[in-house]
């Protein structure tokens, strides 16, 4: 089955400084991961995603994130955090089935202090 | 020109009512879905529909039926509410190719009381 494990609950990182948010996955087979973010109230919104092309992929607002099978990792980083970055961040693996079934871990949230 | 549109945005209720859920998409996706976000922001699916077919039904409760008048419209409706019903309902969307991407409401914050 398949899974991800978000690393932190929580980080805070100062503007301008980078930002680093950790995701493990667990899959059976060649995951399709994403990463998406959700901004206070708000709706859910696709950063990126990685569906076994390049291992380095590149996302809006300045995200990208690697694909590390050795690792089973596919941490989001940005080289400098903007204020407006501050939101809920979801690591994402498609589970089985429809291509809706999205798994979702448990959410990062990043605080950006100016 | 919102793209999925959810009505009613906040919806507090008392225990053993009935109430709905509307969802809307114009973006010309043929399948719909419904999460259900808790109190500690963990999201799981509990329906998806496609061409107003079900596709997936995870474990909820049969109070919980979603109806697709068409494959535009996803709506929830909840019966005999509990207290454990409270969280917030995010309806979404993808159109066809498999990719992953979904797009989102921006949910519905169920209170019940």
């Known amino acids: 089955a398949q899974s991800v494990t978000q690393l932190d609950s929580h980080v805070s990182v100062s503007e301008g400084t980078p930002v680093l948010l950790r995701c493990n996955y667990s899959s059976s087979y060649s995951p399709s991961l994403f990463w998406y973010v959700q901004h206070p109230n708000k709706g859910l919104q696709l950063l990126l995603k990685?569906?076994?092309?390049?291992?380095l992929v590149k996302g809006i607002n300045g995200f990208e994130a690697e694909f590390k099978k050795s690792e089973t990792s596919f941490h989001l980083t940005k080289p400098s955090a903007h204020m407006s970055d501050a939101a809920e961040y979801f690591c994402v693996v498609m589970g089985g089935g429809s291509q809706g079934n999205l798994i979702f871990g448990k959410g990062t949230k990043l605080s950006v202090k100016p | 020109d919102t793209a999925v549109s959810q009505t009613p945005k906040y919806l507090v209720t008392q225990m053993g009512n009935d109430k709905s859920i509307k969802c809307e998409q114009n973006l010309g996706h043929d399948t719909m879905y419904w999460y259900k976000q808790d109190s500690k922001k963990f999201l799981k699916i509990m329906f998806s529909y496609n061409n107003k077919e079900l596709i997936i039904n995870e474990t909820v409760p049969n109070r919980f039926s979603p109806k697709s008048p068409d494959k535009a419209h996803l709506n929830l409706h909840i019966n005999s509410l509990e207290l454990g019903d409270s969280a917030v309902y995010f309806c979404?969307?993808?159109?066809?190719?498999?990719?992953?991407?979904?797009?989102f409401g921006e949910g519905s914050r169920l209170t019940v009381l």
């Open positions: 979404a969307s993808s159109g066809s190719g498999g990719t992953g991407e979904l797009f």
């Open positions: 990685y569906t076994s092309a390049a291992t």
